[in-house]
């Protein structure tokens, strides 16, 4: 599309889902927030728009063929936050998403000799508590007895939370300052707070301990075995740099147990082609309420106009796109410090947003390999995959004193020497991605500074750590190094400069206590409005965070769509 037809079509509505300014990649989602918020205002009667910087439409939910013939999904791999109402409000069924479920979820293979001949152990846990039960029983017949009220009482706590997953946080200005109609609309805002609070009822105390705790003070409440406390621990630290002893990594562990697929909860699935799928049946979605999407279109600045109010976009190219609101999908520090003009923003606004904690500990590596990982824990003959290749592979989780150190080095500035590794073969359940007889695997390993030691990764660090990743997957699956037909490093900087992750982080923040709820991103900035009145986040950086597929977008539309009825 010629630039000024770009810049003249009435919209009312800008979401940026990508934008690049000079060097610095500017945006991405982890997940598709914007396609979703689009479909949303679309619905509401505002004339939207949306532009991703790439490519490829999704933000970091992206399937890309890095390999010939095999298809991966890049960054974000395993599909479960996306929040039911919006999966069924948009028909995302109708518009080709496919889920392929997995179970069990998880196999934890240990390093040991077997005892006479057997095979080393392992623990897979799935759906089915007494198959769970048999094989925790392995290690501890009280860990097997003590699980599925523990599993109970997760799902309790996670079940309390959804009232305050699809709603913008409580309205505190509201009650505050501004007429008696914002102080009404304010107090409807307490509403999911005391429905959160009714589900919670006697456990409240267990609530609120499990969202302040280290997660090691829960497990050990709980459990002896080592197996089952370091393969559930590792819910408590995936994709934050924290240890299973910090405190809120409690919270962490019950953030990845609200999700759910397919109504089954807690569950993670593999989307069909890759998490790319995801990000295409919601754009079609938004396509058929006639959202326009846009790719290839690199935001450079948001446009503030003398009044101080947002009047749109300027591409980098240098087209302006005028429009009544901008929502940005960045996370708040590119959106406010790359492409807001800083004259605009005052000084304690922009020193708060320089203090928002974007710190990752991840290193993702796609590898396309001509044969399946066979488990010495769990050998299957004939390259025939077992129910065990389906599920997230814990590689050195034997214990939490590995996962410990692990953190403790990176904490040092140094790439882990036995680092966790969550592997996933999603092509054993979905054949489109891999040419037959292979497989895509995909490597979630921590943990992993930005910088080593002070200086930034060269591609020297990314092939000697991918070295270090390799040689423990061969202690685990002997002949894994041999299969290996190409791998795709992706070291924190990496995730940054493609994806738009500020430090790497799959949140867009830390989800750590004090950048959460009220606080997330900004005690100043919890409910999707900016400094800038008619500009908007809508990206995991705002409540409720990283992973829950639609919830910011879904919030921000009906703040954006309120605030619009009231001007």
Known sequence: MAPAALANRGWRAVTLAGTVTGSRSSH??????????????QKGGLQAAVLERRHVLGGAAVSEEIFPGFRFSRCSYLLSLLRPHIYRDLELKKHGLKVYMRDPHAFTP??????????PRSLTLGSDLASNQMEIGKFSQKDAKAYPEFV?????????????LDAPPVDIPGFTSGSLRRRVAAAKTLMPIFRCGLKLGKNLPDFYEIITAPIMKILTQWFDSEPLRATLATDGVIGAMTSPSNPGSGYVLLHHVMGEVEKEKGAWGYVEGGMGGVSQAIASAARSYGVDIFTEKDVSQILVGSDGDAKGVVLKDGTEIHSKVVLSNATPYITFKNL?????????????????????PVTKINVAVDKLPNFLASPTPGDKPGPHHQCSIHLNCESVDVLETAYKEAKNERPSARPMVEMTIPSVLDPTLAPPGCHVVSLFTQFTPYYIEGREWTDQDRESFADTVFDWVEQYAPGFKKSVVGRDILAPPDLERIFGLTGGNIFHGSMSLDQLYLTRPLPSLTDYRSPIKGLYLCGSGCHPGGGVMGSPGWNAALTVIADLKRR
């Open 152 to 164: 109970a009482h997760l799902e309790r706590l996670a079940d309390a939370m959804n009232p305050l």
């Open 110 to 119: 240990l390093l040991e000799e077997g005892v006479r001949g057997a095979p």
């Open 340 to 360: 807001t003009p800083q004259s605009a923003l005052s000084s304690k606004f922009i020193k708060a947003v320089d203090q928002i904690d974007y710190t990752s």
């Open 28 to 41: 991405t989602a982890l997940k598709s927030n914007y396609d979703a918020l689009a479909a949303y205002l």
